[in-house]
């Protein structure tokens, strides 16, 4: 059965960069119907789409972010990353990773990693 | 890309249904026939509940159903029950390889 799980901090310093990754286990990275996506979720807000990324590296973002983030896919580690520069206080969030299947929906998701901005 | 508008709440009694309505327009919701709906509990990940529209994964009950109207999108939760409380997300593609979620709709469970 195919999982999900988000590693990396918890909390990061304004002005850094938020690095995450996201780990499959289950099936495979480079299933064709398949993008892998980042989405995350303010504390007491919505969800916001942050971007996804194919397993051949086409990547697309949220154009809100875009300027941003960055995404990269590692298929030999079954592994997918999110990078978010220069973040500050409204970028603390719970991060998600995802499978979003043709860019159409978000059909497996992981458990979640709270990111914290603060000094 | 704007967020897709949801009601903020929406409220019944057990076995009761209720309708949520995602609007969104021709850009996104009116112009694909790519409409998702999530259910989330409180301190859980979302689960995918819709997807195209009208579409239930394996082990959604039929209690929820989607449905679309030109940029309108609905979820309606048939013979309510009390762990059907939750916030509701839709979400939709919006061309250009862009995607989008509404702002999501509390719904409780009276």
């Known amino acids: 059965q195919l999982q999900l799980l988000e590693s990396g901090p918890g909390q990061v310093k304004p002005s850094e960069t938020l690095s995450l990754t996201c780990t499959v286990s289950?099936?495979?990275?480079?299933?064709?119907?398949?993008?892998w996506g980042w989405v995350r979720q303010p504390p007491g807000k919505g969800l916001e789409w942050i971007g996804s990324?194919?397993?051949?590296?086409?990547?697309y973002y949220n154009p809100s972010l875009k300027s941003r983030v960055s995404l990269s896919v590692d298929t030999s580690k079954s592994q997918f990353s999110l990078r978010l520069s220069s973040v500050t206080a409204a970028d603390t969030a719970v991060y998600y990773c995802?499978?979003?299947?043709?860019?159409?929906?978000?059909?497996?998701w992981g458990r979640g990693n709270l990111v914290v901005v603060s000094s | 890309q704007s967020a897709l508008t949801q009601p903020p709440s929406a409220s019944g009694s057990p076995g009761q249904s209720v309708t949520i309505s995602c609007t969104g327009s021709i850009s996104d919701v009116g112009g694909y026939n790519y409409v998702s709906w999530y259910q989330q509990h409180p301190g859980k990940a979302p689960k995918l509940i819709i997807s195209?529209?009208?579409k239930r994964p394996s082990g959604v009950p039929d209690r929820f159903s989607g449905s679309k109207s030109g940029n309108t999108a609905s979820l309606t939760v048939s013979g309510l029950q009390a762990d059907d409380e939750a916030d509701y997300y839709c979400s939709s593609y919006a061309g250009n390889n862009d995607f989008v979620f509404g702002r999501g709709t509390k719904l409780t469970v009276l």
């Open positions: 289950g099936d495979s990275i480079r299933r064709s119907t398949y993008y």
């Open positions: 195209e529209v009208s």
């Open positions: 990324i194919f397993y051949s590296g086409s990547a």
């Open positions: 995802a499978r979003h299947a043709w860019l159409w929906y978000l059909d497996l």
